[in-house]
């Protein structure tokens, strides 16, 4: 139970750091319409690249790097992401 509480406290910590880092969007009814009025196939990251769109944000950090191949938003893979915060 000890083990388990401390793994509790680490992952809220490591949480409260990459919300320092990270921008978290709602999701509207404008976002959602956005979507079914597109070619984008895969619902998920359509979700993503309207909610950055909107919000103005310039980056997505994503394992599905190759579902936005047509997007402006710069599209940075989750291991490059972490890779440059350990570095």
Do not use: W
Not at 66 to 73: M, N, P, Q, R, T
Request: net charge positive.
């Amino acid at each position: 139970m000890v083990s388990k509480l401390e793994s509790a406290k680490i992952a809220k910590r490591q949480l409260m750091a990459l919300l320092e880092l990270i921008e978290i969007l709602l999701v509207g009814k404008s976002t959602v319409k956005k979507l079914l009025f597109s070619d984008f196939r895969n619902f998920e990251d359509g979700l993503q690249k309207f909610c950055a769109e909107e919000g103005k944000l310039t980056t997505i950090v994503t394992r599905s790097t190759k579902d936005y191949s047509f997007s402006h938003l710069v599209i940075q893979p989750t291991r490059e992401f972490l890779a440059g915060l350990e570095g």
